[in-house]
Nanobody, 125 residues
Framework: QLQLVESGGGLVQPGGSLRLSCAASGFTLDYYAIGWFRQAPGKEREGVSCISTSDGSTYYADSVKGRFTISRDSAKNAVYLQMNSLKPEDTAVYYC??????????????????WGQGTQVTVSS
C-alpha cells in the first residue's frame, strides 16, 4: 500500500477556512487519482472531492460544491483540499486516499485502496 499523510485539520469557527494537505512518500501522487473523504461520528464515510490523473477532472459532493476546491501541487508531491465557508455539518475526520495508477476516478470509496490516518476538522463557535 501507498503511504499517505494528511495535515491541516483543526478547530475553526463557522464561515472560516482551512486547507488540508495530503502528502505522499515513496511514490508520485500525480500518477494516482486522489480523493478526500470524511466521516462524522455515527455516520458512514462519504466522498467529498476527488481528482483524476489523466485530465485532472474533479468531482465534488453536492454538499461542498462552491465551497471546497481540490488541487494538486506536483512540485511538492501533494494534494490540497481548500475548504471555505465552513459549516458545523462539515465537522468530521477527513481522509485522503489513492486510486490507481492512471485512472479516471468515479470517486467511489471502494475503488480507493490506500488511505491516510485522517485529520480532524471541527467547525464550531
Amino acid at each position: 500500500q501507498l503511504q499517505l499523510v494528511e495535515s491541516g485539520g483543526g478547530l475553526v469557527q463557522p464561515g472560516g477556512s482551512l486547507r488540508l494537505s495530503c502528502a505522499a512518500s515513496g511514490f508520485t501522487l500525480d500518477y494516482y487519482a486522489i480523493g478526500w473523504f470524511r466521516q462524522a461520528p455515527g455516520k458512514e464515510r462519504e466522498g467529498v472531492s476527488c481528482i483524476s490523473t489523466s485530465d485532472g477532472s474533479t468531482y465534488y459532493a453536492d454538499s461542498v460544491k462552491g465551497r471546497f476546491t481540490i488541487s494538486r501541487d506536483s512540485a511538492k508531491n501533494a494534494v490540497y483540499l481548500q475548504m471555505n465557508s465552513l459549516k458545523p455539518e462539515d465537522t468530521a475526520v477527513y481522509y485522503c486516499a489513492a486510486e490507481g495508477p492512471y485512472v479516471q476516478t468515479m470517486c467511489l470509496i471502494d475503488d480507493f485502496d490506500s488511505w491516510g490516518q485522517g485529520t480532524q476538522v471541527t467547525v464550531s463557535s
